[in-house]
């Protein structure tokens, strides 16, 4: 399993960043896929899951009606658009395949290696 996100980077309040994150190693179409993210000094957090299904998707109060999240199963890529950024979602995202589990304190083989995204003016 190897999951790799781009797209990270610092951007003003108010802003907008597209993560995506390319998959391999397993059969992408198959899976849930999710973003979580953790702020510095924080704990992991779910942002986003997206299933094998059209409008099967799922988001976090924090972000809902700002991120949209997206994939496309024969690039094996997922995507996370982010909208009306806020200093509070500076953190670095990650991609997972599966979905996140409540309490997580450490990355598995399931999980990328992260982008750092900064909100700041």
């Known amino acids: 399993v190897q999951l790799v996100e781009s797209g990270g980077g610092l951007v003003q309040p108010g802003g907008s960043l597209r993560l995506s994150c390319v998959a391999s190693g397993f059969p992408f179409s198959t899976f849930v896929m999710t973003w979580a993210r953790q702020a510095p000094g924080k704990a992991f957090e779910w942002v986003s899951s997206?299933?094998?299904?059209?409008?099967?998707?799922v988001y976090a109060a924090s972000v809902k009606g700002r991120f949209t999240i997206s994939r496309d199963n024969a690039k094996n890529m997922v995507y996370l658009q982010m909208d009306s950024l806020k200093p509070e979602d500076t953190a670095v995202y990650f991609c997972?395949?599966?979905?996140?589990?409540?309490?997580?304190?450490?990355?598995?083989?399931?999980w990328g290696q992260g982008t750092q995204v900064t909100v700041s003016s």
């Open positions: 997972l395949r599966g979905g996140f589990k409540s309490g997580t304190n450490s990355r598995t083989s399931d």
């Open positions: 997206i299933g094998r299904g059209v409008g099967d998707e």
